[in-house]
Structures are given as C-alpha cells and as structure tokens.
C-alpha cells in the first residue's frame, strides 16, 4: 500500500512564493507527479520527477529525494489564479500503471 | 485535438439502482484509467483499461466494472449504489499503459441519495 502525506490548507499572499511538502511510503517507486486542480475541474498536469534533484518549469519547480521519499511543490510569484488544490501522487512500481494520490494541500492566494 | 470528455456532468440516483458513467478519451490515447475522488480527498484507482482489456484495478469490490470500445472510449459501471458512492469520477487517459502524463477528463459528479 501508499501512504502520501501533504499539508491540508495554505494561505500566501499575492507575488509570494510557497512551498507544498509531499512525503510517501511506498513499497516501490516510478515517479512522483504534482497536479493542480480548480474545485469542481480536472487535475492538469503540472511536474514530474523520477530523479533526485530539482525539475524547473516557469514559476512552478518540483523537488524530489528518494532516499527520504520526499518532494516538494515551489510555487513563485503567486497568482490569484493559483488558489486551488496542489495533489501530489506516486507511482509505485516499473510499468505501473496507477497513481496513488495524497488528499491534496488547498492553496489560497490573498492579495 | 479534442480533450477527455465525461458524460454526464451531474447524476442523481438512489441507493440500490446501476449507473453508468462514459468517457472519450483525448485523440490517440489508447489507455483509460477511472478514478473516483470524494470530497476533500486526493483521486483513488479503480481500474484502468488497455486495448479493450483490464490492466490493472484497484480496491474497489466487483459491483464496480468497466469496458474499453475499439474507439478506445471508455465505460464505469456501478451496481448496487450505496450512499459512500457518492463522489467525482474520473477518467484519464494516456498514449500508453506506462506513460507517465494521464490527461484527466472533466469528471462527473454522482450523488446517491
């Protein structure tokens, strides 16, 4: 089984930056993925990692240790459009085929 | 390209009755995968289609069954509704049963009352 960990509510203010902690348990390991979701809309995809070390995409950077079975999402430059739900999930084995997902950390942006 | 489209987008039904949930995936997928997400919670795996075969399932009890068509569009059923059915499900779809970005659809919103 998983067991995915993630804060569940964060507040920044607009122009900050935050950043979202993921931690997980699992029996294996084939990447870990971050993605985004608007209440009441589908996730989109927004990082992927399956090496130690930092992946940078714009304002969004994901981190990734595998020896401590961490990540984490940095957000910057904060957005009001960013205010959603950040979810983090796992794949757990070599051509697996299923993402085991945390409960996912709300991020609210205030201006 | 058009993207991974559910239907319906809402359905009421009541304890005991079947549903069945649809989905097209986006142009040239041939992988589905079907996710239920309760409120406030992070998307579980029920099971995921390939090529019109089941390739994997999560732990969900067998009232919950699915079919892929050879237009790789995608089919939830669920018999006996309970009331801890209620919940968004969603579909994914993907180039390949190992591919690792799922482009997910919009969900459909089922309430049983």
């Known amino acids: 089984g998983q067991n995915i960990d993630q804060p569940t509510e964060m507040t920044a203010t607009e122009g900050a930056i935050v950043q979202i902690n993921c931690t997980y348990q699992t029996s294996g390991f084939n990447g870990l993925f971050w993605y985004q979701q608007h209440a009441g809309e589908a996730p989109t995809f927004l990082s992927y990692n399956v090496l130690d070390g930092l992946e940078e995409k714009g304002r969004f950077s994901s981190f990734l240790s595998r020896s401590k079975g961490y990540s984490y999402l940095l957000l910057k430059e904060l957005q009001m459009k960013d205010s959603a739900s950040y979810l983090c999930a796992v794949r757990d084995g070599l051509g697996d085929y299923k993402l085991s997902f945390g409960a996912g950390t709300t991020v609210t942006v205030r201006a | 390209e058009t993207g991974v489209t559910q239907s319906p987008t809402h359905l009421i039904k009541t304890r005991g009755q079947q549903v069945t949930l649809r989905c097209s995936s986006q142009s040239g997928h041939n992988t589905v995968s079907w996710y239920q997400q309760a409120l406030g919670q992070g998307p579980q795996f029920i099971f995921q289609y390939y090529r019109e075969e089941e390739n994997g399932r999560g732990n969900f009890p067998p009232r919950f069954s699915g079919l892929q068509f050879p237009n790789y569009s995608s089919e939830l059923n669920v018999n006996a509704l309970e009331l801890d059915d209620s919940a968004l499900y969603l579909c994914?779809?993907?180039?390949?049963?190992?591919?690792?970005?799922?482009?997910f659809g919009p969900g459909t919103r089922l309430t049983v009352t």
């Open positions: 994914a779809s993907s180039y390949a049963k190992g591919a690792y970005e799922q482009y």
